[in-house]
């Protein structure tokens, strides 16, 4: 099997494997992630094959839904039965492993272009308007609150701290989204960032004046 091969295989996999999910994390996330690191791909002149199939198996299980290390075990398999490469097998599974953002106060490294790549894509579909989607969708989800006066966000979170966090949707713009747009590594993916980032912070701006009755 060729490299356009496997990746062809790998979007049916994925597709197939992600039509139970919450919305903000189904295959239409995937998809988006994986157009924009192609592009970003190109830009920085990244290797094609392991920014697609990074971008794609993302978050085939992510540990919100199926438990920390699941998405790098599952990719793992489904490379090895592809026949994969065993240094891009490596190289895709690092990429998975170190992309979810984890609290704000966790330091996250991407180690290769390739992985810088993926995650520019990954975060840049968690800010701008769709960012705000996917907010609300998986805090319906989960049943929280849209916003609590009386629940203020917390700036600095640690990983064991953010796994149990049942901030209301509000909140999580200030404890990871408009936090996103300095964490960025590529020149396009930081450009992107700044503006969706301020669509952003009007939406907030927006969002108090209607709650205290002022627009
Ligand atoms: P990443 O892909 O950066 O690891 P996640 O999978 O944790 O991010 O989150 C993707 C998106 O899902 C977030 O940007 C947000 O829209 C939503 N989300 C995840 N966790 C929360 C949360 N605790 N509260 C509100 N929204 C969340
Ligand atoms: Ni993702």
Redesign the pocket.
């Known amino acids: 099997m060729n490299k356009k091969q496997m990746i062809e295989k790998t979007k049916d996999y994925v597709k197939n494997n992600m039509n139970n999910e919450e919305p903000?994390?189904d295959w239409w996330h995937v998809y988006r992630v994986w157009k924009m690191a192609k592009r970003i791909g190109r830009e920085e002149k990244a290797d094609t094959f392991v920014v697609e199939m990074a971008a794609l198996l993302h978050d085939i299980a992510?540990w919100?839904f199926h438990g920390v290390g699941a998405g790098a075990k599952k990719t793992r398999m489904w490379l090895e039965s592809l026949g994969v490469e065993k240094n891009d097998a490596d190289h895709i599974v690092e990429i998975i492993e170190s992309?979810?953002?984890k609290g704000s106060a966790e330091t996250q490294k991407m180690r290769t272009i390739e992985g810088k790549v993926v995650y520019d894509a990954?975060?840049l579909d968690?800010i701008g308007a769709i960012?705000v989607a996917?907010?609300f969708t998986?805090?319906g989800y989960k049943k929280r609150a849209i916003f609590n006066p009386k629940i203020k966000p917390k700036r600095k979170m640690k990983f064991r701290e953010y796994k149990k966090?049942e901030?209301p949707?509000i909140n999580?713009f200030y404890e990871?989204?408009l936090l996103l747009k300095e964490r960025m590594y590529t020149r396009t993916g930081k450009k992107l960032a700044e503006g969706r980032n301020k669509f952003m912070q009007q939406y907030l701006e927006q969002f108090f004046k209607e709650w205290n009755g002022v627009e």
């Open positions: 903000g994390h992510d919100k992309i979810d953002f990954d975060k968690a960012g996917r907010c998986f805090t966090s901030s949707a999580h990871k989204l």
